[in-house]
């Protein structure tokens, strides 16, 4: 018996090992994401805001810094809809006395963009909410 109770002990070890790790490998993908997204918007700035709208598209608004230039917004944001699902309800002879409805669910991923353009239009700052 003692055997298998260290091999159990084992095998617990390794289990609980293996999903750290797949939690950490989780993280830093997350991690990379917010680098790399970091990354590209940083080489907008010191750029003509002509030259983004022109890649990017016009913006989903455009509102004033309060210092004589204005903010690009980009709104990249997704949402996703599950369906709904019907379920019969029987009584005990398994005949349906009605279907149980579930309402579908939609998720909403937050993706925005922002842009700092000063008066000369440059961008001088980048900011962004959601990966």
């Not at 004589?68 to 369906?83: H, K, W």
Request: aromatic share 10%; glycine share 12%; proline share 5%.
């Amino acid at each position: 018996m003692m055997g298998h109770a260290r091999a159990a002990v084992g095998l617990a070890r390794c289990l609980a090992l293996g999903l750290l790790g797949l939690l950490m490998v989780g993280c830093v993908s997350t991690e990379e994401r917010r680098q790399a997204l970091m990354t590209e918007l940083s080489r907008w700035e010191g750029r003509p805001v002509a030259e983004l709208i022109e890649q990017w598209g016009p913006p989903a608004s455009q509102v004033p810094d309060g210092q004589g230039g204005f903010i690009c917004s980009y709104d990249r944001s997704t949402s996703r809809t599950t369906p709904g699902h019907s379920y019969p309800v029987r009584d005990k002879k398994g005949k349906i006395l009605y279907y149980y409805h579930t309402a579908g669910q939609t998720q909403r991923t937050e993706r925005i963009r922002n842009f700092y353009v000063d008066g000369n239009g440059i961008i001088y700052k980048t900011s962004w909410k959601g990966l």
